[in-house]
Nanobody
């Protein structure tokens, strides 16, 4: 059973930065694709960024150039560095792990507990 435990998030002013972490149980990063999704109130869950087991990354157009997904295999942890945050980035962010390439259609097999990110002055 894969468990994903998230940390980070909180309240930040527009233009600020936050880093989210997702610690995975077991040595899964070398075998699973990992990703971050978010869901704002009244909206569907959407893809933010993904990283394959081989290290290839993919980003939603809305976050390109501002967010960076990375992983530390030794720590079994995936990160989402979020810079130049905007109010529209406000959402609950979820870490995901899947056995195949993650996308808007296939969002993974395992989920973290979610963490609130609020961008407001």
């Amino acid at each position: 059973q894969v468990q994903l435990v998230q940390s980070g998030g909180g309240l930040v002013q527009p233009g600020g930065s936050l880093r989210l972490s997702c610690a995975a149980s077991g040595n899964i990063l070398s075998r699973f694709a990992m990703g971050w999704y978010r869901q704002a109130p009244g909206k569907q869950r959407e893809l933010v960024a993904t990283i394959t087991s081989g290290g290839t990354t993919n980003y939603a157009d809305s976050v390109k150039g501002r967010f960076t997904i990375s992983r530390d295999n030794a720590k079994n942890t995936v990160y989402l560095q979020m810079n130049s945050l905007k109010p529209e980035d406000t959402a609950v962010y979820y870490c995901s792990a899947g056995r195949a390439l993650l996308s808007s259609r296939y969002m993974g097999d395992y989920w973290g507990q979610g963490t609130q990110v609020t961008v407001s002055s």
